[in-house]
């Protein structure tokens, strides 16, 4: 089995990542800024993107890197530079400098619109320092990324109980359960398709709306909801509240309005995985119900 050096593994997708490839039998090495539970098969490593000696220490002996880390939310452009930009070249090099071929990239959707937002522009630039490396590579951007343990998603679910939903204005979207962006990521690792760019969602052939998509967060928590679509400017007057009252913990920012706004979100249907490599297994329908089962479980609904 291959050895694994997972960036990102306290986070939503690298922990579902770890759960997987351990339960296929990959040893797996895993970066942490803190402590963390010790589990057979992995062993974690003190440090960040930005400690290069952890970096390498992290790589060592590894056969793939999957680069799961990033910063979704920053109060400057410069955060985003340093966590997305800066931290995606010092994996790189480390991986360059031990000789490991295998690299496999998390990015985003939001680096095709890199004009919108703070972290679609950083986004982008992460991806160039992929696309120049030597290395075997691959790209995976995903949608809208949901699930159990999920955190960002939980003010929709929390919301729509009430029997309404605040929306940005109307557009589509793509969506990927958690488990599913996971079990490509752990299929890249063993299966290279080339220095290619990936975008995979949950299969549905024309995407969702933001309607659609409300409704059906109504139904998993048993809910007619209302969808209420906000112009941009009053999601920049919420986005500011947000920040007001949670501070660094604010899940509307300003810098998400920019692509939050953006009234296409969906995959494009030419950079699909192939069937024999990965198929979407988890409906969205039943994704969302066992995500508002995982927030009851954990009185968090």
């Known amino acids: 089995m291959s050895i694994i050096a997972i960036t990102g593994g306290t986070g939503f997708v690298g922990g579902v990542l770890i759960d997987l490839a351990l339960a296929a039998g990959h040893p797996v090495r895993a970066l942490a800024r803190r402590d963390q539970p010790a589990r057979d098969g992995l062993t974690w490593i003190a440090g960040s993107l930005e400690d290069t000696d952890a970096l390498f220490q992290l790589a060592t002996g590894a056969d793939a890197v999957v680069h799961v880390a990033g910063v979704v939310n920053a109060a400057t452009p410069a955060g985003f530079i340093r966590g997305n930009v800066e931290g995606t070249a010092n994996m790189l090099a480390a991986a360059a400098t031990l000789g490991i071929r295998r690299f496999v990239h998390v990015s985003s959707l939001a680096a095709r619109e890199p004009q919108l937002s703070n972290y ?12 120049q490396s030597d290395l075997d590579w691959t790209i995976v951007r995903p949608p809208g990324v949901y699930g159990p343990g999920d955190m960002d998603m939980l003010d929709m679910f929390r919301v729509a109980k009430r029997g309404i939903a605040l929306l940005p204005p109307p557009g589509k979207i793509s969506l990927i359960e958690v488990s599913d962006l996971a079990r490509l990521l752990l299929a890249l ?9 990936l975008e995979a969602d949950d299969g549905a052939e024309d995407g969702w ?10 139904a998993a928590v048993g809910q007619r909801v209302l969808p209420l679509a906000l112009p941009k400017t009053l999601l920049s007057l919420a986005a500011r509240g947000d920040r007001l009252l949670r501070r660094d913990k604010a899940k509307l920012t300003p810098d998400r309005v920019g692509y939050l706004s ?14 024999d490599l ?7 329908p039943q994704g969302l119900a066992a995500t508002a089962a995982w927030y009851r479980a954990n009185s968090l609904l």
Do not use: C, M, N, Y
């Open 189 to 197: 690792v063993s299966h290279d398709p080339g220095r290619i760019i």
């Open 278 to 284: 990965w198929q979407p297994r988890i409906p969205t």
């Open 262 to 275: 953006h009234p296409d979100w969906r995959i494009d249907p030419e950079r699909r995985p192939s069937p």
């Open 209 to 218: 709306t933001h309607d659609a998509f409300a409704r059906a967060i109504g």
């Open 120 to 131: 679609g522009h950083s986004k982008e630039r992460a991806e160039a320092e992929v696309l």
